[in-house]
């Protein structure tokens, strides 16, 4: 199905229901919450998922995964999508969102689920193709696109901050002087609101961020240089270190 709200086929009587929807550049999907697990893949563009826990960005040719229940808002940068609405007793992929790696098989098999019947044959070849897409979902690459967000509020206005304002070398000290802490409780506490130190959290904003950026055809050096990385090469070190590629092998990837 094309272009229908989940709203209009959720009573279908099948475990999976998959649908495909294009959105313009810039369109909000508002926060709304799904019965059915979602697995959103952008065939195009680039998405931007937002919950109370953190970011995702999802750059072309990736999926996230949102588990049923969840609150979620998305940001459409040019997205074709393809989605899969699953009975939560389907698949178990855990209780938060996920950026997931796409493998060649699973894309067409996505793409062919969207032109299936609604009410397709369990027993047929569209039930088998079904079948092997949960397969597929279940071993996908978990992909570390995830900004986790801390819940205390002034930790969580200086995380917002920065997410509009991504510095490199900003040093955790200048954090723990706005906190009115030691540098020692600041980072105890950012690890336990965050599960990651200052430094990993601040590596990676810069490179999901950066991942949005590069799929819409930025160079690297402009991002390297707002991002306040001395040289290209330095940002590519570093998104290396995040991804286990360089910028130019990941883009690679979003290639159909």
């Known amino acids: ?5 989940i709203e209009v ?7 999976v229901v998959a649908t495909g929807t294009d959105y313009s550049y810039g369109y909000l999907l508002p926060r709304h ?7 959103l893949y952008g065939a195009t563009g680039v998405m931007q998922v937002s919950t109370r826990e953190g970011n995702w960005v999802v750059p072309p040719q990736r999926a996230v995964w949102i588990p049923a229940g969840v609150a979620h808002e998305v940001l459409m940068l040019g997205v074709s999508t393809r989605s899969l609405y699953v009975e939560p007793a389907a698949v178990d992929l855990g209780p938060r969102c996920q950026v997931l790696g796409v493998s ?17 044959d ?3 070849r569209d039930g088998v193709l079904i079948e092997l897409l949960l397969h597929e979902l279940r071993r996908c690459a978990h992909l570390p696109l995830h900004i986790p967000l801390p819940v205390e509020p002034r ?4 995380c917002q901050g920065f997410l509009q304002n991504a510095d490199a070398h900003q040093p955790p000290q200048q954090w723990a002087d706005a906190l009115h802490v030691s540098l020692r409780s600041f980072n105890r506490l950012f690890r336990l609101q965050t599960g990651l130190s200052f430094s ?16 819409q055809g930025s160079p690297v050096t402009r991002i390297a240089l707002d991002f306040g990385y001395d040289s290209p090469a330095a940002f590519s070190t570093m998104f290396r270190r995040v991804l286990g590629q360089a910028p130019s092998v990941w883009l690679k990837g979003t290639k159909v």
């Open 1 to 5: 199905m094309r272009n229908v709200s």
């Open 9 to 15: 086929l959720d009573d279908t009587p099948r475990a």
């Open 33 to 39: 919450i799904h019965r059915r697990a979602q697995l």
């Open 104 to 120: 060649p098989l699973m894309r067409n098999l996505l793409l062919e689920a969207v032109e299936m019947p609604l009410e397709y």
């Open 122 to 124: 369990e027993r047929g």
């Open 155 to 158: 930790l969580l206005a200086l």
């Open 200 to 215: 990993q959290w601040r590596q990676r904003d810069c490179v999901v961020l950066a991942l949005a950026r590069l799929a």
